[in-house]
Structures are given as structure tokens and as C-alpha cells.
């Protein structure tokens, strides 16, 4: 089966740095996405990993270890419109998606 | 570019009646088409994908009679919700694949808001 895991909620400081982390099991792998999604939005996207290591987009950062089946979205000096969920998706294979839970992130000021 | 647009972005109908939601991809040609559905601070769901031309492939737990979708070209694709019932009020969200931009990213569209009373 397919499985995608990520924290629920999470909280931090304006200007600070966090860390949301996505484990997955899937079937086949041919890319992980991360997206932004703000409140009754659409999921934006954020950054793509196919090969392992750091993406570095500006004040986001995405990683991927396709051994370990993990990635993470670093969001450095976090603005409060930063606030929204974030999307970890896994594409097991051609271009379907398979989304994780979900991370809703607050920041606070 | 990779624009996707959706209509309606909300609607309201009675219980029993249908409601057909159109998703275009406005400056490429969308290879493939997704429909998901999202519940109130839950993540996407995927309920189908459609090609141009050809049927498309549900979910487990998707019912096809319940959910139609036609494909009818390159830029649009639309999803039916037939004899519509308040459990199938939710956020409706499509998007679409094949324009440019990185590995096999999906492009989405706005979203739609289905209250059913």
C-alpha cells in the first residue's frame, strides 16, 4: 500500500527556522513534491526532489533520502503569511500524486 | 504559463440535483487530468485520473456512477456529481499535468466549495 506520513500540526516563531519532516512508503518512487495550501486555497507548489540531497528555493528548503524513505520542508525566517499547511506528496509512479496528511503550521508573532 | 482554472468556485443545490464543475488548463495542454476531494483541514484526496479521450481510472472507493467525468479535450475536463447529497458536500479541487515545470508537477486549479442541503 501506500503510506505517507507527516506531523499533524506544528507552531513556531516569526523569523525562525522549522523543520517539517515526511516519511513515506510507496509502491514506486518518481518524485517527491512539496506544496503549500492556504485555507480554503489551492496547493501551491513549493520544490521537487527526484535525487537525493538539498533543494535550496530562497527561504525554503526541501531534502530527500530515498533510502530512508524521508524528506523534510526547512522554512527559514518564517514570515506569519507563512502560516498554512504543508503538503508532502509522493508520486509512486508517471504522474500520479499520493498526498501525505498534512502539516498545519502557526506561526506566531 | 501552466494556469488551471475552476468553475464554479462555490455552489449550493439541493439534495437530489446535479452539479457539474469544469476545470481548465488556460496556457497548456493538460496530458492528464486529476480530480481530488478534501475534507475541512484534512489532506487531498485523489478520486480520479482522466486522459483525454479515454475513460477515467478511479479510486478504490470512488463511485464511478456517482462521480462522473468527461475529458473531453486537452484543456478541460469536467466532473459531475450526479443526485447530489449533503455527505458529498466538501472542496472539490482538480488540476492538471503537462505544462512546464519540474519532474511531473501538477498545476491546480482553485478549488470548488459543494454545499449540498
Known amino acids: 500500500g501506500q503510506n505517507i506520513d507527516q506531523p499533524t500540526e506544528m507552531t513556531a516563531t516569526e523569523g525562525a527556522i522549522v523543520q517539517i519532516n515526511c516519511t513515506y512508503q510507496t509502491s514506486g518512487f518518481n518524485g517527491l513534491f512539496w506544496y503549500q495550501q492556504h485555507a480554503g486555497e489551492a496547493p501551491t507548489f513549493l520544490s521537487y526532489?527526484?535525487?537525493?540531497g538539498l533543494e535550496e528555493k530562497g527561504r525554503f528548503s526541501s531534502f530527500l533520502s530515498r533510502s530512508k524513505g524521508y524528506s523534510y520542508l526547512l522554512l527559514k525566517e518564517l514570515q506569519m503569511k507563512d502560516s498554512a499547511s504543508y503538503l508532502c506528496?509522493?508520486?509512486?509512479?508517471?504522474?500520479?500524486?499520493?498526498f501525505g496528511t498534512g502539516t498545519r503550521l502557526q506561526v506566531f508573532p | 504559463g501552466a494556469v488551471v482554472s475552476q468553475h464554479p468556485s462555490r455552489v449550493i443545490c439541493k439534495s437530489g440535483t446535479s452539479v457539474k464543475i469544469e476545470c481548465r488548463s488556460l496556457d497548456f495542454q493538460a496530458t492528464t487530468m486529476f480530480w481530488y476531494r478534501q475534507f475541512p483541514k484534512k489532506s487531498l484526496m485523489l478520486m480520479a485520473t482522466s486522459n483525454e479521450g479515454s475513460k477515467a481510472t478511479y479510486e478504490q472507493g470512488v463511485e464511478k456512477d456517482k462521480f462522473l467525468i468527461n475529458h473531453a479535450s486537452l484543456t478541460l475536463s469536467t466532473l459531475t456529481v450526479t443526485s447530489a447529497h449533503p455527505e458529498d458536500s466538501s472542496f472539490y479541487i482538480c488540476?492538471?499535468?503537462?505544462?512546464?515545470?519540474?519532474?511531473?508537477?501538477?498545476?491546480f486549479g482553485p478549488g470548488t466549495r459543494l454545499t449540498v442541503l
Open positions: 526532489n527526484v535525487l537525493d
Open positions: 506528496a509522493v508520486s509512486p509512479y508517471t504522474d500520479k500524486l499520493i
Open positions: 488540476s492538471a499535468s503537462g505544462g512546464s515545470g519540474s519532474g511531473n508537477e501538477q498545476f
